[in-house]
């Protein structure tokens, strides 16, 4: 083996196939050096970190011995995938991940050929997977097809759906088990790579076909004795005995670090001829930079950072951010109500959870990656009188959707859902934008939906859900610092379906749900440099809505606006059918919904990306002189 070159080598590769002309030797100072580049890239731009380095040479090796693109490689979540991204023709742009018109956090179809599935969420690399390796099949191919699922997947029950279809179909299929919190694999050293390196053997796959074969020839039941003590046997050096169970060959665990042990094992795999086999491979998360190893959760995400010390940028605003709120709010609520529980689906600290875990560790459950358990099992703890709060983001909520309709809407069970990153939620894009929970909760009978408008409102309403107790409500707040108002003491529940005028006017209303209130203020200080009196109104409850509030608005008012931070089909829906219901728009009104556009909008600013969707203070204004069908432009030249 050749010693490997001082010379750096990461400015050689543009492409795989440029790695692929290294000699093995070499693949060590090329891994030290992809390391060290996401280190400092992710210093710059911020971004999930400790992931991506505790993939560091699973990566080098996978694209290494494997011919992407053309074996499509498909990384679960997308979390991991910063070292992907350098090595597959984007390191010129790595540090614009998550920026404006830059590279996305996650794996991207759009982005490059090396992406051939898009992921935010997880779980879904062995369906999607084992798509490609079917419609391979299909098509008369031989190509490899993988996927890479972390530990924390598995938690989700979508991975063993998959896992039991790929066994029953055995289609050639190689999914990587990245166990990074080494919550599966027993000790990992020298004797399990070489156990690992003669399973995944072509000599022991050749005798245990044929032993397969010559058990095959026996009496059925001494056919199925030979299979388990195959099986078993192997189950009980290796630990893979749930896997096989489930269909697949399992070969590992193996050091996820140690390319020695990886490249041997991952070649013997490709060139296996067999139906589903997993690799068992245990990295760590933060591996190589030492403020990672130390505290894998604090990087799990990160902002920008110094690489010397590690320490993180701190945020400017002086204001708390909602999942704070949220979860001091609970904990208070919590003291004088011993039934009240909270949970979430492997995002604790994503939805304030975890501060209310430091509380009350006996009254809080993370049921993982799982968010359809985490509702039926809310809604269970409901029908014995507990108040559940189940905390998940609503773009994950809408995998539990089904859950949310049978075993809470139609029960009419008290679920107290909160749901975090409502809007647009900026660097993470569209996957994680919370755009549809008010349409497709609001068309569900009995609800209560609140939006709020900021930091202290949502104290009120944290009281307001624990006060239901005869059906389901949600809560939904976004991303981020609040707007830095004063903070209540405690919360007060407020009355259910009622809303608030926060300015009066007699010209123009403005209603808006949810945390572009701030931004409509804006606007009516504008609109009225234009001598353009204002109202400005918070529904605070999308259902059951203020048909009163709304009624008086469009009677007193020439046009009337609402504003949300949505999609089509929620909260201006709902006003539209209560004026037409009411026979307002008979009268001349001049009535607008403001929603976000029927587009996914890419990552940016949450100030940019709610500009681009038309949804800021100056695009309320312009909407306003649309309705009164006039210019806003000739208007600000002729009073100037």
């Not at 504003?563 to 728009?585: D, M, P, R, T």
Request: with cysteine.
């Amino acid at each position: 083996m050749s010693q490997p070159s001082k010379t750096p080598l990461l400015d050689l590769i543009r492409t795989p196939d440029d790695l692929r002309k290294l000699e093995v030797g070499q693949l060590r100072q090329l891994a030290d050096e992809l390391r060290t580049e996401t280190i400092d890239a992710v210093s710059v731009t911020g971004g999930h970190l400790g992931a991506g380095l505790g993939v560091i040479e699973l990566t080098v090796a996978l694209h290494y011995v494997f011919d992407t693109p053309r074996d499509p490689l498909v990384w679960d979540v997308g979390h991991q995938a910063y070292p992907h991204k350098i090595l597959t023709g984007r390191r010129d742009r790595i540090r614009t991940l998550r920026m404006g018109d830059g590279l996305s956090g996650f794996t991207k179809r759009a982005e490059s050929e090396y992406d051939p599935f898009g992921a935010a969420h997880s779980s879904t690399s062995i369906s999607s997977a084992l798509g490609m390796a079917v419609a391979r099949d299909l098509a008369g191919g031989n190509n490899n097809c993988i996927a890479v699922i972390g530990d924390g997947a598995l938690s989700a029950g979508m991975a063993y759906e998959a896992m039991n279809n790929a066994g029953a179909m055995d289609s050639r299929l190689i999914v990587i088990l990245n166990d990074n919190d080494m919550s599966i694999a027993p000790p990992v050293g020298a004797m399990s790579a070489y156990l690992s390196r003669l399973l995944s053997g072509k000599t022991y796959l050749k005798l245990r076909d044929i032993g397969l074969q010559v058990a095959e020839k026996l009496p059925k039941f001494m056919e199925q004795r030979a299979r388990r003590v195959e099986e078993y046997a192997r189950g009980f050096l290796t630990g893979g005995t749930l896997f096989e169970e489930l269909g697949f060959y399992y070969v590992g665990p193996i050091d996820g670090h140690n390319l020695d042990h990886l490249i041997p094992v991952l070649r013997n795999v490709r060139d296996a001829q067999k139906g589903p086999i997993m690799v068992h491979v245990v990295t760590q998360k933060g591996k190589g930079y030492a403020p990672a190893e130390a505290s894998a959760d604090k990087y799990h995400g990160v902002v920008k950072f110094d690489v010397i010390t590690g320490v993180q940028a701190k945020a400017k605003s002086n204001a708390p951010a909602y999942q704070k709120v949220f979860g001091e709010s609970l904990i208070k609520e919590a003291q004088k109500d011993e039934k009240i529980i909270g949970i979430t689906a492997a995002m604790p600290s994503g939805t304030g959870i975890d501060l209310f875990a430091k509380a009350f560790p006996k009254r809080t459950f993370d049921v993982g990656i799982a968010e359809q358990h985490a509702v039926t099992f809310a809604a269970g703890l409901a029908t014995q009188g507990f108040k559940p709060f189940c905390a998940i983001y609503s773009t994950f909520l809408q995998r539990a959707y089904d859950q949310v309709v049978h075993d809470v809407a139609i029960q009419s069970l008290p679920v107290r859902f909160a749901m975090d990153r409502a809007g647009l939620v900026g660097a993470d894009g569209p996957t994680h934008a919370g755009s549809f929970d008010v349409a497709y909760l609001g068309c569900l009978p009995n609800f209560v939906i609140m939006a709020a408008a900021d930091e202290a409102d949502m104290v009120h309403m944290v009281a307001t859900q624990v006060a239901i107790n005869d059906r389901p409500s949600a809560l939904r707040y976004p991303r981020g610092e609040g707007v830095g108002v004063e903070m209540p003491t405690e919360g007060k529940p407020l009355e259910i379906g009622k809303g608030r005028i926060i300015r009066e006017g007699s010209k123009i209303a403005l209603l808006s749900l949810g945390t572009r209130l701030s931004e409509a203020l804006k606007a009516a200080e504008e609109l009225a440099s234009f001598g353009l009196s204002t109202t400005v109104a918070d529904a605070r409850f999308a259902k059951p809505l203020d048909t009163d509030l709304v009624l008086r608005l469009a009677n007193e008012h020439e046009v009337l606006i609402t504003i949300e931070e949505g999609s089509i089909g929620g909260f201006g829906s709902y006003v539209l059918q209560a004026l037409a219901e009411h026979g307002a728009l008979d009268r001349g009104l001049k009535v607008r919904a403001m929603v976000l556009p029927d587009i996914f909008i890419d990552h940016d600013s949450p100030a940019a990306m709610y500009a681009r969707a038309g949804l800021d203070a100056k695009s309320i204004v312009k909407k306003v002189f649309e309705a009164l069908g006039k210019d806003v432009k000739a208007e600000t030249f002729r009073l100037a």
